[in-house]
């Protein structure tokens, strides 16, 4: 099947650092990519939808400023968590889909702990 | 009241048993339907689509009851690899939006 491939699987920075997540579609073009963030025991948070070539759509209370997304060719994808804090530290997945394709192929997710 | 409303758990069941998870959901406009399964600090992995007719795949069997807006898991026969948490997802305009999951825990 599809595959999504993030990276990396997980960081630890200081606060106050920038950290780049890809994320990458290995074997289909992903016109549309989403970002999601996942606290504990909590459920997937969709932060954004990201379409090739365009700008990225933000959901309600997401910092656009704080959470940069670039989604610069049809396999890549990538959030930048500008100025982490501890607060920002999460799980965060990204999925993609294929032009014409229902079924949304996950990444095996970005764990984040900012210190 | 949340988009989606899931029974977090756990359901602690023993081997063989049958185990019924609900999930209800807000907005009637919703699309699309889907049961993902999520191991412990992995991604979550698509378990199946959920269809008005209802829809088996092997020990699981899923329903979606428009009218009450909610759909179900039924899993028969459980094994101990099941123990995962099941997440009920439903799509609007292409977005997945998901609920919290229920913590199955299947004991030897």
């Known amino acids: 099947g599809a595959v999504v491939s993030q990276h990396p699987s997980w960081v630890i920075c200081k606060s106050g650092t920038s950290v780049k997540i890809e994320c990458r579609s290995l074997?289909?073009?992903?016109?549309?990519m989403f970002w999601y963030r996942q606290f504990p025991k909590q459920s997937l948070m969709l932060m954004a939808t990201s379409n090739e070539g365009s700008k990225a759509t933000y959901e309600q209370g997401v910092e656009k400023d704080k959470f940069l997304i670039n989604h610069a060719s049809l396999t890549l994808s990538t959030l930048t968590v500008t100025s982490a804090h501890p607060e920002d530290s999460s799980f965060y997945i990204c999925?993609?889909?294929?032009?014409?394709?229902?079924?949304?192929?996950f990444g095996e997710g970005s764990r984040l702990t900012v210190l | 009241r949340k988009e989606v409303e899931q029974d977090p758990g756990p359901f602690n069941v023993p081997e063989g048993a049958t185990v019924a998870f609900n999930c209800t959901y807000s907005n009637s406009a919703s699309q699309s339907f889907f049961w993902y399964r999520q191991d412990c600090r992995k991604e979550p992995k698509l378990l199946m689509s959920?269809?008005?007719s209802g829809n088996e795949d092997g020990r699981f069997t899923a329903q979606l009851n428009r009218a009450s807006q909610y759909i179900s898991l039924l899993i028969r026969d459980s094994k101990l690899s099941d123990s995962a948490t099941y997440l009920c997802?439903?799509?609007?305009?292409?977005?997945?939006?998901f609920g919290q999951g229920t913590t199955l825990q299947v004991k030897p």
């Open positions: 959920v269809y008005s």
């Open positions: 997802v439903f799509s609007n305009t292409g977005k997945l939006i």
């Open positions: 074997d289909f073009q992903a016109t549309t």
């Open positions: 999925s993609a889909r294929e032009a014409g394709v229902g079924e949304l192929f």
